[in-house]
């Protein structure tokens, strides 16, 4: 039995793979070609998780702040690295993927900490700081993804603005306000339903680990609005600092590079 | 030797001839082109290229993918060349603000590009950039189209009233220059004929001069007294529409 009075033996992880099995056959009957994709999820996510149990279980041992901040930078380094595969279309993705990452975790985890929500513990503040690095990564990823697609598939429209003496902002402004509506949107969606027909992964983990319900349901709801927060900076950074590479200084679009 | 209608006989065009070089002399030159050369993709477009566009209506000719375009684009510094020097009335584009350049010489795209809302946002859109009150009315008119279009939405148009939508817009900067990129490419001849009419009208009312890009020789000779004709990247041929089309038949 665990602290929490939940324990899953070796057995029960091996058991729901069965559901990873009904993915792969879904693949393959209708062809969508993310067998290779979801095998390489599956062995990423234990092997991931895994490792990072144990330096978390490091982390909360030492109680050192340092590797708090060691561990997140890691994440920041990995998340940008991730999201620039999603953000092909992009030039010169990496740096504004990393600057956005980082000041959504910094200024995410600095807030929660000053307004005396989590205290400036390892135990709060691994947990949380994953969370909203991963979610920023995704929302970041996506905006960026957006963005080449809208600056690739506008450039007509783009370059005819640029045409009229307009700046590279003010030309590529309608397609940032797509590409930063793309980066957020899920996350809005899914906390607008929140309670309804999606229950998020922390409330599920609290009340299976015996939790009271309510509870569960405050600490949701600060996280759920803290990563609205968080995924808004981060999309709205690399998407400002990124469109930058599609132009010149002497605002003119730059060619797509060469696939 | 039988004139072809809407093409110059390559053996007229072969060759960097210059018509009337000593009238070229006299005209107040509005830009220059100085051994250009400018790839895209990695594949040469402008190679060498050296020519002089005088002021008042001007047309550039040549075959699909000679790059009479990519000229176009050069001269409103839309993109740089890799070498050589593009000159606007003796001064280096490269030495003036691009976006100053692109209001003073407007460049109207050969497929309409409009922004999402009304013909009026449109127009407006372009006014506010360049720090003017637009009288959408009269810009209407002198792109010859009605009142009416002022709150028609700018995608419902036909591509016809889009590139008249496109030309006011443009004139709402009050340029001096007017790139047309192809403007009566997509047109029924009525219409193209009324285009036409607008843009010479245009140059009497108002005294811009006009770069326009075509494939029709035709179209050069009523809409150009200077005529640019461009192969392969490079100027062939250049001087007086009139004596040029003349040596043709």
Not at chain 2, 103 to 130: K, S
Not at chain 2, 148 to 158: G, V
Request: overall charge neutral; glycine content about 10%.
């Amino acid at each position: 039995m665990g602290a929490l009075g939940i324990e899953v033996t070796i057995g029960e992880v091996i058991a729901s793979l069965a559901l990873v099995t009904i993915a792969v056959a879904v693949s393959f009957w209708r062809r969508t070609g993310l067998e290779g994709d979801i095998a390489v999820a599956v062995v990423r996510s234990a092997i991931q998780l895994i490792a990072i149990g144990y330096v978390i279980q490091a982390i909360f041992d030492s109680d050192s702040l340092l590797l708090v901040f060691a561990l997140i930078a890691v994440m920041v380094v990995f998340g940008a690295f991730t999201a620039r595969q999603r953000a092909k279309r992009v030039p010169k993705a990496l740096g504004p993927l990393l600057i956005a990452l980082g000041v959504a975790g910094a200024a995410t985890l600095g807030l929660v900490v000053a307004l005396g929500i989590f205290e400036p513990e390892p135990r709060y503040l691994v947990p949380v700081g994953g969370m909203v690095i991963g979610n920023s990564m995704t929302a970041a990823a996506v905006a960026l993804n957006r963005l080449g697609d809208e600056i690739g598939d506008r450039a007509r429209e783009i370059e005819a603005t640029l045409a009229l003496g307009a700046s590279s902002t003010v030309a590529a402004a309608p397609s940032l306000r797509r590409a930063l509506r793309s980066g957020t949107i899920a996350l809005v969606d899914s906390t607008k339903t929140t309670g309804l027909i999606f229950f998020p992964g922390t409330m599920v983990g609290m009340l299976i680990a015996g939790a009271d319900p309510v509870d569960a349901v405050r600490l949701q709801l600060v996280l759920l609005w803290v990563l609205l927060g968080s995924v808004a900076i981060s999309a709205l950074i690399a998407t400002t600092l990124a469109y930058r590479g599609f132009f010149t200084a002497a605002h003119q679009l730059r060619e797509p590079p060469q696939p | 030797m039988k004139p072809c209608p809407g093409r110059l006989p390559n053996a007229i065009l072969r060759g960097p001839r210059v018509f009337a070089s000593a009238q070229v002399d006299n005209r107040r030159m509005l830009f220059e082109l100085d051994q250009i050369d400018l790839s895209r993709g990695g594949e040469p477009v402008l190679r060498g290229l050296s020519a002089r566009i005088p002021e008042g209506a001007s047309c550039i000719a040549g075959p699909s993918g000679s790059g009479k375009s990519t000229l176009l684009r050069l001269l409103d510094r839309l993109v740089d060349p890799e070498a050589g020097t593009v000159r606007y009335r003796g001064e280096d584009v490269r030495d003036r603000d691009p976006q100053a350049l692109r209001r003073e010489v407007c460049l109207v795209p050969q497929l309409p590009a409009l922004l999402e809302g009304t013909v009026a946002d449109n127009i407006h859109f372009a006014a506010e950039l360049a720090g003017r009150e637009p009288d959408v009315g009269r810009l209407l008119e002198l792109a010859g189209l009605g009142p009416s279009f002022a709150e028609r939405d700018a995608a419902r148009l036909s591509v016809g009233e889009q590139q008249r939508a496109m030309l006011a817009r443009a004139l709402a900067l009050e340029p001096r220059v007017l790139l047309l990129d192809e403007p009566t490419s997509a047109l029924d001849p009525e219409t193209k004929a009324a285009v036409e009419g607008t843009l010479l009208e245009l140059r009497r009312r108002l005294g811009i001069s006009l770069v326009l890009v075509t494939h029709d020789l035709d179209q050069a000779r009523r809409m150009s007294k200077w005529l640019l004709r461009i192969e392969n990247g490079r100027a062939v041929v250049a001087g007086p529409t009139s004596e040029l089309l003349a040596a043709v038949g």
